[in-house]
């Protein structure tokens, strides 16, 4: 098979032919293309074939295609003016590439395939392409996706927030927990943010949401008592855990600043033995541990009360779960600790959505696996120069939507 008939069928070219690959001095082949007599050219706005070609043509363009022989290959055309009966007159549609793009729609496809694997920088390198045209790739498919995903009923969600640019901003994830995956993305993470939400999804589709899974923070659950009253709204341990730990980290800056000059020693370079899981302690710092508790200290108060709650996720009866619960809060209101006083009085606040978890053992642990996994994307790509660009990639790495 002659390489320009190879190239032509590969490309799924009807209407035009490739009449010469010329290849490169510098390296590459460049297949010059164009129009079959008589045949019919498509509009590049609507897609309908029409049969009135103006006498004019388009500059001449370059698309890059997939590598043929190991070398680069690009497609030169100058694309026709064709005359539609609905838009008028228009550049026609190449069928190899979508619109406004400069690679073939197989150049597209793998280098979105590739994306949701390594980071763009590399993509870019393995394709010979610019990062942009990469974004550009990825966006593209993004938009074509959520355009084509088959929607699937959602009855438990997950709602947390990812911060970009050190906390300067924030976006809002709705995530379907039953099966693993990114639904929803948006910027900030207030009540307007999740109402764009609600108004997104509808109202009838919004009655099948059984349950929400998401943290504390009052704009979201201020949103969910108004679209979704009847679901049951669950706080996850992740976040209950995480503002124990930082109730003991409090405590700890607090006795430091007031420890004696003497008695630093001891403490010093410790903050890891009172922040981690107990279980994921080296044997030398669970041995140096076990000696700190011995002392009489405010950080040892601190640190038995974090792990103290951490034993209420182990229950498995609510009631025991909530006898445990009742006790520690009175343990910590009269612990003389501020940070736990506090800590206790937001628990007594949603202390029916923290006891919700114990009948259904629904959490925000694989949302929170999925925001590292996007922070990691973000820092192997270098950073993102848009929000918009920054959203597209948790869509096309974490919604698993089909590509063009």
């Not at 002659?2 to 490169?24: D, N, P, W, Y």
């Not at 209950?240 to 930082?246: D, E, I, P, R, V």
């Amino acid at each position: 098979m002659r390489l320009e008939t190879f190239i032509r069928k590969s490309l799924g070219m009807k209407a035009h032919t490739v009449v010469e690959v010329e290849e490169q001095a510098a390296g590459g082949l460049v297949a010059h293309v164009e129009r079959l007599p008589g045949r019919r050219l498509c509009c590049g706005e609507c897609g309908r074939p029409v049969s009135k070609v103006a006498g004019t043509r388009r500059p001449e363009r370059r698309w890059q295609d997939l590598a043929l022989r190991d070398q680069p290959l690009w497609l030169v055309y100058a694309p026709y003016r064709v005359w539609c009966p609905t838009c008028g007159l228009r550049v026609e549609r190449v069928p190899w590439a979508e619109k406004w793009q400069r690679v073939t729609q197989a150049l597209a496809r793998a280098v979105a395939t590739l994306a949701r694997k390594l980071d763009w920088a590399s993509v870019a390198a393995h394709f010979q392409l610019n990062w942009k045209t990469v974004a550009s790739v990825v966006e593209a498919a993004v938009l074509w996706g959520l355009a084509h995903r088959r929607w699937v009923p959602l009855h438990v969600v997950g709602i947390d927030e990812v911060s970009r640019r050190r906390g300067q901003q924030y976006l809002t994830l709705v995530y379907d927990l039953a099966r693993r995956g990114v639904v929803w993305v948006g910027k900030d993470r207030d009540e307007a943010t999740l109402q764009r939400f609600f108004a997104w999804l509808g109202r009838r589709r919004a009655r099948a949401i059984h349950v929400v899974c998401c943290d504390m923070w009052r704009p979201y659950l201020a949103v969910l008592r108004e679209e979704v009253p009847h679901a049951t709204v669950v706080f996850d341990r992740f976040h209950l855990t995480q503002h124990a730990t930082a109730a003991v980290d409090t405590v700890r800056r607090q006795m430091w600043r007031q420890l004696a000059e003497a008695e630093k020693p001891d403490f010093k370079r410790t903050r890891f033995l009172w922040l981690k899981n107990p279980a994921n302690l080296r044997r030398e710092e669970r041995t140096r541990l076990s000696g700190l508790l011995q002392l009489n200290a405010p950080i040892v108060k601190a640190y038995l009360l974090k792990e103290d709650l951490r034993r209420f996720w182990a229950y498995r009866y609510s009631a025991w779960a909530a006898g445990h619960l009742r006790q520690w809060l009175w343990r910590a209101s009269h612990s003389r600790l501020e940070p736990f006083k506090k800590l206790a009085q937001t628990i007594r606040t949603h202390r029916e959505g923290i006891l919700a978890w114990t009948k259904l053992r629904v959490t925000n642990g694989a949302l929170e696996g999925m925001n590292n996994k996007v922070k990691a994307i973000s820092h192997r790509a270098f950073g993102f120069r848009t929000t918009w660009t920054y959203i597209a990639n948790i869509y096309h790495c974490c919604a698993e939507l089909p590509l063009p």
